[in-house]
T-cell receptor, first 115, second 116 residues
């Protein structure tokens, strides 16, 4: 089955700096890579995703890059703000497997944005 | 939309007792997922259903765990008997039928289970 590794487990940055979280996956058939943000006491929420037919996707201060050859993908947050402090999870899925859209999650990164 | 609804939000029970967690997915969604989150193991998929049918239960830790989805608007996760190592936050998530390759899972607020 799929195995997703995520680094770092904790990340502390100064407000305004950039933050980068990296993930690797094992199944070359995986073709969908979402990122979820989990705030304290809440369930994870999708913030951005990328499919294997593109190498980069951007949404305002958030961008995700994908290297299919190396089987790794990264989340980039620019101009970090205190409200970006949360746990971030990467995930991978093979949408070709059909019904259920099973995701395999990484172990999470606790991001802290300090004033 | 009310989002995914889970109950109870918190459950404290004693070892050996039966625990039932409940989930109401978003209306119109046809896939439902049960996850367990702990500090040690992160977010683990326990089981998921598609059109009320269990598709993959390989993540269910042992026979003490069982899940049902009797209809499109309700699912339960039962632990019997419960053990202290079952203490965790249990999340339910649902996703709509794929439109193109749409795949987002919407998570509920979770149930924090403590087994004493």
């Amino acid at each position: 089955g799929e195995n997703v590794e995520q680094h770092p487990s904790t990340l502390s940055v100064q407000e305004g700096d950039s933050a980068v979280i990296k993930c690797t996956y094992s199944d070359s058939a995986s073709n969908y890579f979402p990122w979820y943000k989990q705030e304290l006491g809440k369930g994870p929420q999708l913030i951005i995703d990328i499919r294997s037919n593109v190498g980069e996707k951007k949404d305002q201060r958030i961008a995700v890059t994908l290297n299919k050859t190396a089987k790794h993908f990264s989340l980039h947050i620019t101009e970090t703000q205190p409200e970006d402090s949360a746990v971030y999870f990467c995930a991978a899925s093979n949408e070709l497997t059909g019904g259920g859209n099973k995701l395999t999650f990484g172990t999470g990164t606790q991001l802290k944005v300090e004033l | 939309d009310a989002g995914v609804i889970q109950s109870p939000r918190h459950e404290v029970t004693e070892m050996g007792q039966e625990v039932t967690l409940r989930c109401k997915p978003i209306s119109g969604h046809n896939s439902l997922f049960w996850y367990r989150q702990t500090m040690m193991r992160g977010l683990e998929l326990l089981i998921y259903f598609n059109n009320n049918v269990p598709i993959d239960d390989s993540g269910m830790p042992e026979d003490r765990f069982s899940a049902k989805m009797p209809n499109a608007s309700f699912s339960t996760l039962k632990i019997q008997p419960s053990e202290p190592r079952d203490s965790a936050v249990y999340f339910c998530a649902s996703s709509p039928p794929p439109t193109g390759l749409y795949n987002e899972q919407f998570f509920g607020p979770g149930t924090r289970l403590t087994v004493l």
